[in-house]
């Protein structure tokens, strides 16, 4: 029997059916597209990061585009302090006063509190909108929709003076109350993500539970939250996501600390000092800013993409 020409290269097979090098030919164009999609959205990430590392030479420098020629951790350094990234003790003060000074410290307060607590209250008012009846429900989904639809420049007033008149300026607090009412930043959108996917849940699911005995507390919390795990992630990941980049509410409530996404914009650079250029620092500055969204991103990107999927936003 005469054997197969190139018995031992894998892209030659015997008999009919597509080789791995036929299939690759293939998908080829399809590659090609996706690499190019992926440059074009990595181009800006890149440059910040090139340019964190670059000395004042290397800015004025044209060959040294991408890649510095004397790199250096000068800008990293100074938005690093200019930021207030880790907080200054300082023995005359308490401990919470201390970590008050630590921008890092006040932005994961301000961002991780109230996302986590948004993912429970504004789940309980979307499942109430979904699957309950109660007096003047339209009125109030109506209500909802307007809060969302309402810009917060126009209500700055009102709320800044019952937050003073509750003490919470300069506080977290002025970010955490809202939350626990199932408000707060973005909330009104919060509540319509619960209330579309748990409308898509059978009601026999329901049914069942209360056949069982269950009352509505424990139908929730037992059998509807569990299955809610999609909503939660988005709600959680959209809701970090916009309390770490807000910089409106938090000029307006914190007039003695800051987040990072506040120092970013108020970044400058010290007088007299041709060591490092403002691009540089601004690049390096928002490198550390983004940094803590990409690792998490990296960490939850399946979860985020099933969710997204599942929630019936991209309907």
């Not at 399809?30 to 990430?45: D, M, N, R």
Request: aromatic share 14%; hydrophobic share 50%; glycine share 4%.
């Amino acid at each position: 029997m005469k054997k197969p020409p190139f018995p031992s290269l894998p892209f030659f097979r015997q008999g009919g059916g597509q080789t791995p090098l036929g299939a690759f030919l293939r998908r080829l164009p399809l590659y090609l597209i996706l690499t190019a999609f992926a440059l074009l959205y990595l181009e800006p990430v890149l440059y910040m990061i090139s340019m964190s590392f670059k000395s004042a030479t290397d800015i004025t420098d044209a060959t040294a585009k991408w890649i510095p020629h004397q790199p250096t951790l000068v800008s990293l350094r100074y938005a690093f302090e200019a930021m207030n990234v880790w907080p200054v003790f300082l023995e005359d003060r308490g401990l919470w006063e201390n970590l008050m000074r630590s921008n890092l410290v006040v932005s994961l307060l301000t961002t991780f509190v109230p996302a986590l607590i948004q993912v429970y209250t504004c789940a309980i008012a979307g499942y109430a909108f979904a699957r309950l009846t109660f007096p003047c429900k339209r009125l109030l989904f109506v209500l909802l929709l307007t809060s969302y639809i309402i810009p917060p420049q126009t209500v700055f007033m009102p709320l800044t003076w019952v937050f003073r008149s509750l003490g919470v300026i300069n506080s977290p607090m002025s970010f955490i109350l809202p939350a626990l009412f199932g408000a707060g930043l973005k909330g009104s959108l919060f509540v319509i993500i619960y209330m579309q996917f748990f409308k898509k849940l059978p009601a026999q699911l329901e049914e069942a539970a209360y056949i069982d005995g269950a009352s509505t507390y424990k139908v929730f919390f037992t059998v509807m939250l569990p299955l809610a795990k999609p909503a939660r992630v988005t709600v959680f990941l959209f809701s970090m996501v916009w309390h770490w980049n807000e910089t409106y509410l938090t000029g307006l409530f914190y007039t003695r600390i800051g987040t990072l996404a506040t120092a970013l914009d108020a970044i400058k650079l010290p007088e007299n000092d041709y060591s490092m250029t403002i691009m540089a620092v601004k690049m390096a500055a928002a490198l550390i800013f983004v940094l803590p969204m990409l690792v998490i991103y990296l960490f939850t990107q399946r979860s985020f993409t099933e969710s997204i999927e599942r929630t019936g936003i991209v309907e």
